[in-house]
């Protein structure tokens, strides 16, 4: 069976979960490629870039971060046949905006033999991983980070997506406003994600809107437990067994965003970091278990596969 893929390679999280499908997709003896053409057509794009291929059975997989869409986004999704949906969040907003076509909340499969458990590393490492983004609240974190420690108790690794050696020079000066002492910042695109997330104690998200999360739950494989809200994707696998969980309260978000999204106070989060620097240990079992039994891609391209034989019945 041969299944085309639908993506742009530019290295960012839509590529990765892309390769992931495919990868996984493989693993079931599905021969899945990247490509536009072929009897099934995963897209895996942004919403300005979707488009249905005609005589072909097209599914988008697809993730939003906030509580609204727009109408022309709402009628690309009604052209597809099927939509995969990366988390429950994500299959209720679609379903309140107007979204019609069938939709199966799919997950997104991760690799947990590369994502794997290692020692925990010496110290206390609090490890971000995102991109510097009004949606991601990097600067909460940081202001909750300088609140919180001080001394040398905690170490803050951010690694960062970030185009261009102006913009990144101006992230790292707001950086040393906020917290200047006890943070080291990547811009590394090559890094090895594994090892990276293996020399963290905690990974930490103050995100005010994920669709699913996908550091977070590559983190939680690797046995690093997740500070984060219970809201959005992470809803699906926050809880006091893989985790710090935030609490939250639903707000209107901010320009650009429209719709909803959760602000977290920056005394919850500095409440959080220093819960998981006393205890973090105690949950990176229950971190790496729940990623491996719920998102392992032995466990959701299965999934994939009865959805792709029924489209082709």
């Not at 290692?118 to 909460?140: C, H, L, Y």
Request: proline share 5%; with cysteine.
């Amino acid at each position: 069976m041969d299944i085309a893929v639908n993506f742009d390679k530019t290295p960012n999280s839509y590529s990765c979960v892309a390769e992931n499908v495919i990868a996984a997709l493989k693993g079931q003896n599905i021969n899945a490629y990247r490509s536009a053409v072929g009897k099934i057509v995963i897209h895996k794009m942004y919403p300005d870039l979707l488009k249905a291929v005609q005589g072909a059975k097209n599914v988008a997989m697809v993730s939003v971060e906030t509580t609204i869409l727009n109408r022309e986004h709402v009628s690309r999704l009604n052209g597809m046949d099927e939509i995969w949906a990366e988390s429950v969040f994500v299959k209720n907003v679609l379903i309140s905006n107007g979204v019609t076509c069938p939709i199966v909340c799919t997950g997104v499969p991760i690799d947990c033999g590369r994502f794997a458990p290692a020692a925990a590393p010496e110290g206390f490492v609090i490890g971000v991983v995102s991109t510097w983004d009004v949606r991601k609240n990097v600067q909460g974190l940081l202001s909750a980070f300088a609140g919180e420690f001080s001394g040398g108790e905690a170490t803050l690794f951010l690694q960062l997506d970030v185009n261009g050696s102006k913009a990144r020079n101006s992230v790292r000066e707001q950086i040393q406003k906020i917290a200047p002492v006890g943070v080291v910042c990547s811009f590394d695109r090559a890094v090895d994600m594994p090892a990276l997330y293996r020399g963290f104690s905690v990974l930490a998200s103050a995100s005010h809107a994920e669709g699913f999360g996908l550091a977070n739950v590559e983190a939680m494989a690797c046995g690093v437990p997740v500070i984060s809200v219970p809201w959005g994707g992470p809803e699906d696998y926050m809880n006091d067994s893989t985790g710090f969980v935030l609490p939250y309260a639903v707000v209107s978000a901010d320009a650009p965003y429209v719709g909803n999204w959760a602000s977290i106070a920056i005394p919850q989060i500095r409440k959080a970091l220093r819960a998981a620097k006393e205890s973090f240990p105690e949950r990176r079992r229950g971190a790496s278990a729940f990623a491996r039994e719920k998102y392992d891609y032995t466990v959701v391209a299965p999934i994939m596969v009865e959805r792709i034989r029924a489209l082709l019945a």
